[in-house]
């Protein structure tokens, strides 16, 4: 059976990581907030681990996200550079005289 939906945080509860920074960080928010800071210790601990949870995967989300970007780009620059080495080699053929098939051109 479903515990109470009226008298139940809003929030699952959790042990907290009391070494984590961003437990520690949240926990003094919260006990510093006037909203918050009433609430009975064991709520208040398992709201702001909750919240230490939800921030860092966020962070971790958004760190993967700008990982794929970065490898995208990675991948967009390194063809852009053989783009550009193949030009460059074709503008040094006809610098020199050398049609694209390979014949020269009568200087």
Do not use: C, W
Request: net charge negative.
């Amino acid at each position: 059976m479903p515990g109470n939906l009226l008298t139940a945080p809003p929030f699952p509860t959790v042990l907290p990581d009391i070494d984590s920074v961003a437990y520690q960080t949240a926990r003094r928010i919260l006990e510093d907030h006037p909203v918050t800071a009433s609430m009975p210790p064991m709520d208040l601990s398992a709201l702001a681990q909750h919240l230490a949870n939800v921030i860092t995967d966020g962070l971790v989300d958004e760190i993967d996200d700008l990982r794929t970007d970065l490898a995208d780009a990675h991948t967009a620059l390194t063809a852009a550079t053989k783009d550009l080495r193949a030009v460059r080699r074709e503008l040094g053929q006809v610098r020199r005289g050398i049609v694209t098939d390979g014949t020269r051109v009568a200087s």
